[in-house]
């Protein structure tokens, strides 16, 4: 049973910082490719950042240079540091994951299988 449970979310003014967490089980595959998704209020789920079993990463065009996503394979957890966030990056985060890992990692939703429940993030102006 494949469990992903995010943690980390909250209110922030903008300007400030954030890290997500995602603790993960359930795995019995030794390569896969985990990402942070988001979804705002009327607007649809989109890619933010991802990372594939050798560390290669991937991201949005609007999170570069601010978000970074690591995972730490000995604690199974996945993490998505977020500094200098705008009020445009207010939304739900979801963790996901998918038992394949290609290079460079996808931003692509139906490539993920495997969802957590999301955790808010809201920045205010």
């Known amino acids: 049973q494949v469990q992903l449970v995010e943690s980390g979310g909250g209110s922030v003014q903008a300007g400030g910082s954030l890290r997500l967490s995602c603790a993960y089980s359930?795995?019995?595959?030794?390569?896969?490719?985990m990402a942070w998704f988001r979804q705002a209020p009327g607007k649809e789920r989109e890619g933010v950042a991802a990372?594939?079993?050798?560390?290669?990463?991937t991201y949005a065009d609007s999170v570069k240079g601010r978000f970074t996503i690591s995972k730490d394979n000995a604690k199974n957890t996945l993490y998505l540091q977020m500094n200098s966030l705008k009020s445009e990056d207010t939304a739900m985060y979801y963790c996901?994951?998918?038992?394949?890992?290609?290079?460079?990692?996808?931003?692509?939703?139906?490539?993920?299988?495997?969802w957590g429940q999301g955790t808010q993030v809201t920045v205010s102006a």
């Open positions: 996901t994951a998918a038992p394949v890992s290609v290079s460079p990692p996808p931003l692509y939703e139906p490539f993920f299988g495997d």
């Open positions: 359930g795995y019995t595959v030794s390569t896969y490719s």
């Open positions: 990372i594939n079993s050798d560390g290669s990463t």
